[in-house]
């Protein structure tokens, strides 16, 4: 069993930034390829970002974040990194992590961009 917690949810500014960290607990997730999804109010939760388990650490990322987002890991703290940078009022949604692939997901973090 995996357990993950997602911080670093807010209130910000269009063309502001946030990061979001996601802990696991209960297990390693070094081994898995890790991701972030979204869901907005009236929307299908959406895929936002992967990362890969490899020392390669290769990455993927939805159309709509490309060049705004970055995901990150750091395995030795068991911890799943998402930096959102040029936020756009689209951009406001709850945040979830999740084991790619698997039924563990964090409870989210709010986020909403606003001015």
């Known amino acids: 069993q995996v357990q993950l917690v997602e911080s670093g949810g807010g209130l910000v500014q269009p063309g502001g930034s946030l990061s979001l960290s996601c802990a696991a607990s209960?297990?390693?997730?070094?081994?898995?390829?890790m991701g972030w999804y979204r869901q907005a109010p009236g929307k299908q939760r959406e895929l936002v970002a992967t990362?890969?388990?490899?020392?390669?650490?290769?990455?993927n990322y939805a159309d709509s974040v490309k060049g705004r987002f970055t995901i990150s890991r750091d395995n030795a703290k068991n911890m799943v990194y998402l930096q959102m940078n040029s936020l756009k009022p689209e951009d406001t949604a709850v945040y979830y992590c999740?084991?790619?692939?698997?039924?563990?997901w964090g409870q989210g973090t709010q986020v909403t961009v606003s001015s």
């Open positions: 999740n084991v790619y692939g698997t039924m563990y």
């Open positions: 990362i890969s388990s490899s020392s390669g650490a290769s990455t």
């Open positions: 209960g297990r390693s997730v070094s081994f898995a390829a």
